[in-house]
């Protein structure tokens, strides 16, 4: 779906030719002009619209909640699910989101194992798409492995491997290095993706002996900055990030999401990677490209890799603005759970603005949900 800060940011774009996937973008980033993206060529427009974002050409004024780049369509009131067969037999594929739809915490939601078998009885195509970076894909497929589901790892695409991926559709230089803020799916997904990396997890540990006259050193060879979810949260983390962003020439700043909450266990919301994100906003005064839901990034890479027409998608999710988004942004069918972050009253707020196709309790009301009419 185009949408006014698509198009925005497309009018910024100039081909060097209409059949040409040769772009340069209005930024001094030595990254991103006249990148031919090579094997990601089909979905590079996508991947330059998500909202280019370096030290040179971000604004200390723009929204904190810019949706990363979209803006919300106005449409009808959701409808509840009312003939699960009907919605079925229209669509090819289900992109599912985990926490809160599949599992919460470590704890599987009651009916999902069922539920996927009918749906792949019935030929559907099966992808899991989470904003969750700690682990990597192979990680992931332990944990549906775990919990009992047969689920293939090519079937699974964090925002790990988003973040992985998006770098080498640009072509970032091998000879770089990109500082981690975040957890070991990261560093998991940049290594197999040849890409030098520090920071992670063993910077947790790390300490700043504030005294007079110290100077924090960093590494100038650092062209990329990701932000995940990261539970060694520290001030060392802020502070090294914060030099690489402001004062290498260049430097990206990616996130992998801007979550406002996870669910680290079933009992209760836990702060997610959007406050780590916050932190860097704060002390840059730059906004992050995310690469995760709802950018349409992840969108068009499954697109293009499983040649899916994406109106033959459904996206299936607990979050509006995310996961609901996310699928609207790429043009797919929307069908809202209530078994996660969002209940019913948020969702029938006036304050909401975003309103999926359709909602329902869990995703395992396909396997009763039938029509009364014949």
């Known amino acids: 779906m185009a949408t006014k800060a698509a198009v925005s940011v497309a009018a910024s774009v100039t081909a060097a030719s209409s059949s040409s996937s040769k772009f340069v973008i209005n930024t001094p980033h030595r990254f991103l002009c006249l990148k031919r ?53 229209s669509v090819e594929t289900f992109i599912f989101d985990c926490d809160g739809v599949i599992w919460k915490g470590d704890k599987l ?15 559907k195509r099966l992808v899991f798409v989470t904003n969750n970076s700690t682990k990597s894909r192979k990680q992931y497929g332990k944990k549906f492995e775990t919990l009992g589901l047969n689920v293939n790892e090519e079937e699974i695409f964090a925002s790990s491997f988003a973040a992985a991926a998006y770098l080498k559709s640009i072509n970032f230089p091998k000879d770089k290095k990109v500082y981690v803020i975040g957890e070991d799916g990261i560093l998991k997904e940049l290594e197999l993706a040849g890409f030098q990396y520090l920071g992670g997890p063993e910077d947790g540990g790390k300490k700043i002996e504030l005294k007079p006259g110290f100077l924090m050193e960093h590494d100038k060879d650092v062209g990329a900055v990701v932000v995940g979810f990261d539970r060694y949260f520290n001030y060392y983390k802020v502070q090294y990030g914060t ?32 406050s780590m994100v916050g ?96």
């Open 37 to 89: 993206l090579s094997s990601f060529s089909s979905f590079s427009a996508s991947a330059l619209a998500i909202k280019c974002t370096s030290i040179s050409n971000c604004s200390p004024n723009k929204s904190a909640r810019s949706m990363e780049g979209f803006t919300t369509r106005t449409k009808a009131s959701a409808q509840p699910l009312e003939n699960a067969d009907e919605l079925i037999a």
């Open 109 to 123: 939601i009651d009916g999902v194992p069922e539920t996927l078998d009918m749906l792949r009885s019935k030929g």
């Open 243 to 274: 030099l690489c962003i402001r004062e290498n020439p260049g430097c990206l700043f990616i996130a992998t999401n801007r979550d406002a909450v996870t669910h680290l266990t079933d009992a209760q919301e836990w702060a997610g990677g959007g």
């Open 279 to 374: 932190a860097i906003c704060g002390s840059t005064q730059r906004e992050p490209l995310v690469v995760g839901k709802p950018s349409t990034f992840m969108m068009d890479y499954l697109a293009n890799k499983f040649g899916i027409l994406k109106s033959q998608i459904c996206m299936v999710g607990d979050r509006l603005d995310t996961d609901i988004l996310f699928g609207q942004n790429g043009g797919c069918k929307t069908l809202l759970v209530l078994s996660g972050v969002t209940n019913l009253s948020m969702l029938q707020s006036p304050s909401n603005s975003i309103q999926p196709d359709f909602y329902t309790n869990k995703i395992s009301d396909f396997l009763s949900i039938k029509t009364a009419t014949v």
